[in-house]
């Protein structure tokens, strides 16, 4: 490849890395420890791709990210973060960066990314600063923010999917929050929760007289919501009747108040969210098609809990931050047992239910330092849970003991093979992709290493 990539990051680990991975695909890269550096060579010459980290010493990556495509119109950038938060990754999506990319990553994934750069030139966007209070490095939630992300600009209707708990609304405030409408109001209601007999005038509002006990003219949601957005949560439980007046209105952007005569303009981005299968629940006839496909325009599915369980450390200590400053009581900390006692859990609340049970846990645990003694009776394992170091061991001799009387001498190899793939894929994590430096801290050979991964080198 003739391309030149650069690398801008204050860790010399992060420079060696990827140069070296770069430099093992006969991709020319120059590494640089800050924007001085980096100042000096534009002087002499251009790249084609520049790879810059977010926070660098004593300065900003975003800011250097600005100051280059000032200079240089199109060229690509991709923002590296060990930061991960929405706010950072709508703030370099709208400062025009091609991608956001959490640490510790894939080299894999850093190399399709890094191809997909150089092929294609960003559009740049405005700048947002505004957080929308969201939080997670799992790969799940990073990409969920990545197009949360891309969305920021733009008006177009989005239907938000996922399970009771996960965060729904804040991925749709999220989307206002970063959107051209952003100054606007953002009125959020709950379509289940309103008696069907009374959501019609609470969307679309009503005249005077319209029914008995209609003494003024009442604005409904939509009207509220001008110049903002709507969101519109368990969609897929409204009564058919009022999805074909919603279908009206996302179509032609205008509806009438109950018991009205004169048509009311619909200036209003509406989101709309469900925990249903809406494809099911069109094709058993409660849900029109012809919605089902004018909300979609875009979809987004919030990930379960279970599905990013490497977030639950960052969610806990913000949620006990949260409910300390809340109760006005001493900020409390999560023991590490605890956390990976909570890691090991399947979150059928998700996210609302973690957060439920910290704020239980800061109210009542004794100490600054929460263990899994102070965990409410219902969360405590009735087998007497090992301790979080011995529970792999815990695990390992249960498998032995239930598969040991029918094994017929392949059950050492088969475990010792599952075991070393595990130890060496989070070597490699551990060490943000490092195979050379995940084999030296193992105490293993590379091709040792290589081979404990499946035969990638």
């Known amino acids: 490849m003739d391309k030149r990539i650069w690398i801008i990051d204050d860790d010399p680990g992060i420079r060696y890395v990827l140069s070296e991975y770069f430099a093992s695909r006969d991709i020319p890269a120059e590494t640089f420890a800050g924007g001085a550096e980096l100042t000096t060579a534009l002087a002499e010459r251009t790249p084609d791709l520049v790879m810059a980290d977010i926070r660098l010493d004593g300065e900003s990556g975003l800011d250097l990210m600005r100051q280059l495509q000032a200079d240089h119109p199109g060229l690509p950038v991709i923002i590296m973060t060990a930061y991960s938060d929405l706010d950072s990754a709508v703030r370099a999506f709208r400062g025009g960066a091609f991608e956001f990319l959490a640490k510790p990553f894939d080299l894999d994934e850093v190399g399709r990314l890094v191809e997909k750069a150089l092929q294609s030139t960003p559009e740049a966007p405005e700048k947002s600063d505004r957080n929308a209070g969201m939080i997670g490095s799992s790969p799940a939630f990073q990409q969920l923010i990545r197009l949360i992300g891309r969305l920021s600009a733009s008006d177009v209707p989005v239907l938000i999917t996922g399970e009771t708990g996960t965060g729904k609304e804040l991925v749709a405030r999220a989307l206002h929050n970063h959107s051209p409408r952003a100054s606007g109001p953002f009125i959020a209601i709950n379509t289940a929760a309103i008696p069907t007999d009374l959501l019609e005038s609470e969307l679309f509002g009503y005249e005077k007289g319209a029914f008995t006990g209609a003494e003024q003219r009442r604005a409904g949601h939509f009207e509220r919501a001008t110049g903002g957005t709507l969101f519109l949560d368990e969609i897929g439980d409204m009564p058919l009747n009022l999805q074909s007046r919603l279908l009206r209105v996302l179509a032609e952007g205008e509806y009438y108040r109950l018991g009205g005569r004169g048509l009311v303009k619909a200036d209003v981005r509406v989101i709309t969210a469900t925990h249903h299968d809406l494809g099911e629940r069109v094709a058993s006839g409660e849900f029109r098609a012809d919605l089902y496909h004018r909300l979609k325009v875009i979809s987004l599915k919030v990930p379960p809990l279970r599905e990013r369980r490497e977030d639950i450390p960052e969610l806990v200590e913000h949620f006990l931050a949260q409910a300390a400053a809340e109760f006005r009581l001493p900020v409390r900390n999560a023991a590490p047992a605890l956390i990976d006692y ?47 170091a011995d529970r792999w061991e815990t695990g390992l001799a249960d498998e032995t003991g239930q598969r040991i009387p029918t094994a017929e001498g392949q059950l050492h190899a088969e475990l010792l093979t599952r075991f070393e793939s595990h130890l060496a894929h989070a070597a490699v994590d551990a060490c943000g992709g490092n195979k050379s430096e995940a084999a030296r801290r193992l105490g293993i050979s590379r091709n040792t290493l290589a081979r404990m991964l499946g035969g990638k080198v």
């Open 342 to 388: 909570l890691k090991t859990l399947d979150w059928p609340g998700n996210v609302r239910e973690l957060r439920h049970l910290c704020q239980s846990m800061a109210a009542l645990a004794p100490a600054a330092m929460i263990g899994l003694d102070d965990l409410p009776e219902e969360y405590r394992d009735p087998a007497s849970q090992p301790a979080a």
